[in-house]
């Protein structure tokens, strides 16, 4: 167990529909990121949140969207969501900085249909 | 661009020892990073190098050459709980990890 809890661990939405994701970090960490991982494939950076501000982002549309909360969770948002938004979800906390270990959470499977 | 390239599946038996290579091209690199992924689970972090030369942990050790962008995962003693996907992920400013498409290692008996 990391500490980094997600929910739901499950989702079903139609195309053109909007999610909502939540992290909870794990106690002490003070930054947040986004992956999404396709079947097969290696988790793709979405975005990072420390200290509530956006820093950093991959190449994803500004449909995706975030939010960290002053306790440090995390929300991520995908608007008019699309058949190829299916994949697993993750949230990774850390402390700052490119040298410490990011802690994962089990994910959010995401299927649209 | 950035890009990473792993082999896309190793297999090896109980108790041999095994080498996932992992190549690397970027910009802006701090460190590679490895992780282990059983199906349906977490990322679960196994070492880090910043710098060149061997990390060891226990059974697992990684390895970082810069000048070549090569790294490499070692795993010894193999046991069936290690057939895994294994992610070799580099690291840039700020922590952000970007990933390689993953190495699916089978153990068998």
């Known amino acids: 167990e990391t500490g980094v809890t997600q929910s739901p661990t499950h989702l079903i939405k139609t195309r053109g529909q909007q999610v909502t994701l939540r992290c909870s970090s794990q106690?002490?960490?003070?930054?947040v990121s986004w992956y999404q991982q396709a079947l097969g494939q290696g988790p793709q950076f979405i975005f990072q949140?420390?200290?509530?501000?956006?820093?950093g982002r991959g190449n994803f549309p500004p449909r995706f969207s975030g939010l960290q909360f002053p306790n440090y969770s995390s929300e991520l948002n995908v608007n008019a969501l699309e058949l190829d938004d299916s994949a697993l979800y993750l949230c990774?906390?850390?402390?700052?900085?490119?040298?410490?270990?990011?802690?994962f959470g089990q994910g959010t499977r995401l299927t649209v249909v | 661009g950035q890009s990473l390239e792993q082999p896309s599946e190793v297999t090896a038996v109980e108790g041999a020892i095994v080498q996932i290579n992992c190549t690397y091209q970027?910009?802006?690199?701090?460190?590679l990073s490895w992780y282990q992924q059983h199906d349906g689970g977490a990322p679960t972090f196994l070492s880090y190098?910043?710098?060149?030369g061997l990390e060891e942990t226990g059974r697992f050790s990684s390895f970082l050459s810069r000048s070549d962008s090569y790294g490499y995962l070692l795993l010894q003693e193999l046991q069936m709980k290690d057939s895994a996907s294994y992610f070799c992920?580099?690291?840039?400013?700020?922590?952000?990890?970007?990933f390689g498409q993953g190495t699916e290692l089978s153990v068998k008996p």
């Open positions: 992920a580099v690291t840039h400013q700020g922590g952000k990890l970007i």
């Open positions: 990774a906390s850390s402390l700052t900085g490119p040298n410490t270990e990011a802690f």
């Open positions: 949140y420390y200290r509530e501000e956006e820093n």
């Open positions: 970027t910009s802006g690199f701090y460190g």
């Open positions: 106690s002490g960490h003070n930054t």
């Open positions: 190098n910043a710098l060149d």
